[in-house]
């Protein structure tokens, strides 16, 4: 079965900072999907970014990116001048066609000025 | 919080009780989901609905009950739970595309108390 990890149960980042979320994944399948959650405290959780595993070039959106390594099976999430408002539970996920979306354990990151 | 709506955001209930979580998704799609969210712990995903049909159950024991009336809306009927059962219930809703593509919108979720 497909796993998702996150080693970092907690991070923290100075506000203008830039801090990098890890999360490793292991599966025999070459066609899926990852995506970074985002669950701020007031717990809607809402998309991040995604990536298509079929595309070399790293997503990117605003102030988030993504370093994919599909042969390393690494999704590290970047979040560039860090705000206040990025504070939150950052979740790593998988899906395919052959998978229900699988997510990791979160990371939590703290944002202080 | 226009897009998936749940209710009631809190509920506090004995062993014995019977209670709905409801949830309302207002984007058009075809597809709805229950997750359970406990502590430390990965999101657990419980049922799957799409297209009004059930389409995955993980093997949830039987004191949750879902119910699909129609596309927009998901209800989760709970009785005679147990305490271990409080969590955060979420419920979430996609199109379906069969690849894997499309993207889950969360709602607010329910934070349950089994006393």
């Known amino acids: 079965a497909q796993t998702v990890t996150q080693s970092q149960p907690e991070m923290s980042v100075q506000e203008a900072e830039t801090v990098t979320l890890s999360c490793t994944y292991d599966?025999?399948?070459?066609?899926?999907?990852l995506f970074w959650y985002k669950q701020p405290p007031s717990r809607q959780m809402i998309l991040v970014i995604r990536q298509e595993a079929y595309k070399q070039q790293n997503a990117t959106e605003n102030r988030f990116s993504v370093n994919f390594q599909k042969a390393a099976k690494s999704f590290s999430l970047k979040i560039s001048d860090s705000q206040l408002g990025d504070a939150a539970m950052y979740f790593c996920a998988y899906r395919s066609a052959m998978t229900k979306l699988t997510f990791g354990t979160g990371t939590r990151l703290q944002v202080t000025l | 919080e226009t897009g998936v709506t749940q209710t009631p955001r809190h509920l506090v209930m004995g062993m014995t009780n019977k209670k709905s979580l409801k949830c309302e998704q207002h984007?058009?799609?075809?597809?709805m989901y229950w997750y359970k969210q406990s502590a430390k712990k990965p999101l657990e995903l419980m049922f799957v609905?799409?297209?009004?049909?059930?389409?995955e159950n993980n093997s949830v024991p039987s004191r949750f009950s879902p119910e699909c009336p129609n596309s927009s809306h998901l209800f989760l009927h709970l009785h005679t739970l147990q305490p271990e059962d409080s969590a955060l219930y979420l419920c979430?809703?996609?199109?379906?595309?069969?690849?894997?593509?499309?993207?889950?919108?969360f709602g607010p979720g329910t934070r349950l108390l089994v006393l």
């Open positions: 609905y799409s297209l009004e049909e059930r389409v």
């Open positions: 984007l058009g799609h075809n597809a």
């Open positions: 599966t025999s399948e070459s066609d899926y999907y």
């Open positions: 979430a809703s996609s199109w379906t595309s069969g690849s894997g593509a499309e993207t889950q919108y």
